[in-house]
């Protein structure tokens, strides 16, 4: 997604079977006088249906819902439209769900018991063409049986440790994409697994990371 310029509507879209939920989330979105809930459906098959002749600038998807979830929604709708920014919004921590997110392509994860100064930290980093991983959840999918933390750098593939280098050399998603003769969105996709697999959040805590690990000196 481009970056949108000062000024202008950053359309939202929300898909989640729950309109309790739905309501309280639009009345908090519009606290922000750029945003603007475009759309509201209850799964994946109403956001399927309206991609048809609309796209907006973001989606929060759930994962758990009737008749087409979020997991089967997203992977329909980013395999036609690529470019489509998708956060998930969840009560779930297990791993499995969202490594399989992110191999599809979503650009972040929120918990829905995050508070409202992480949702608009989130839109934030969307509008400026970053991806958006809650430190909450990411805590949770790295977390051990023992409860501590291990080093999972043995874990990266030599793909994702080129990409990871050259995150700490400074390089746009598009930079790297030339370099190593990759898609962008190709690109995309390792960035969020690196974040996954790590528990970073952003780009300065993979380049301490790999920093840390040795796979990257300065």
Known sequence: MENKENGDIFSVWLIDDHQLFRAGFRTLLSRLPEVKVTFEGSDGAEMLDRL???????IFLDIAMQNLDGIKASQIALSKYPELTIVIVSMFGEREYYTKLVEIGVRGFLLK?????????????????????????????????????????DELSDREKEVLTQICGGLSNQEIAEKLYLSKRTVEKHRASLMVKTGCTNTASLVVFAVKNGLYEV
């Open 113 to 153: 018991s995050c508070d409202f100064e992480e949702v608009e930290q989130a839109i934030s980093m969307i509008k400026m063409g970053e991806m958006y991983f809650s430190r909450e959840l990411m805590d949770q999918i790295v977390e051990r049986p023992n409860g501590k933390r291990e080093m999972v750098s």
């Open 52 to 58: 048809d002749s609309e796209k907006p600038d973001l």
